[in-house]
C-alpha cells in the first residue's frame, strides 16, 4: 500500500496561484493512478482531478477545468496539483489519493493523504 503526504497549502488571495505536492513511498509509484480531492467544511468530500498511470491521462472537474492542472514526476514519486485563478469557493483541505486505476481513484477508493489546507481570501 503507498504512503501519500502531501504539502503546499496556505492561504492566498483570489485570483492568486498555489501548488501542492504529495509524496508518495513505495517503489511502484509508477504504477498508481493518482488523483486530488478535496472537502470544504460541512460538505462532503470531491473529487478534483486525476492523472493516470498509463499514459498520464488527466481527468477534471468542472469546476476546476482551465484553471487546475495535475501532474506528476515518476522520478520523484511525486503529484502536483497547480493551482491558478483561486477562487473563494476554493477553499477546502485537499486530499491526495492513489489506487491502481483511475476509475478507482476517481470514486474515492484507495490510498489517501492526510490533507493539506488551502485557504484562498478575498
Known amino acids: 500500500q503507498v504512503q501519500l503526504v502531501e504539502s503546499g497549502g496556505g492561504l492566498v488571495q483570489a485570483g492568486g496561484s498555489l501548488r501542492l505536492s504529495c509524496a508518495a513511498s513505495?517503489?511502484?509509484?509508477?504504477?498508481?493512478?493518482m488523483g486530488w480531492f478535496r472537502q470544504a467544511p460541512g460538505k462532503e468530500r470531491e473529487f478534483v482531478a486525476a492523472i493516470s498511470w498509463r499514459d498520464s491521462s488527466t481527468f477534471y472537474a468542472d469546476s476546476v477545468k482551465g484553471r487546475f492542472t495535475i501532474s506528476r514526476d515518476n522520478a520523484k514519486n511525486t503529484v502536483y496539483l497547480q493551482m491558478n485563478s483561486l477562487k473563494l469557493e476554493d477553499t477546502a483541505v485537499y486530499y491526495c489519493a492513489a489506487d491502481a486505476t483511475t476509475g478507482r481513484v476517481v470514486r474515492g477508493e484507495g490510498s489517501w493523504g492526510q490533507g493539506t489546507q488551502v485557504s484562498v481570501s478575498s
Open positions: 513505495g517503489r511502484t509509484f509508477s504504477s498508481y493512478a
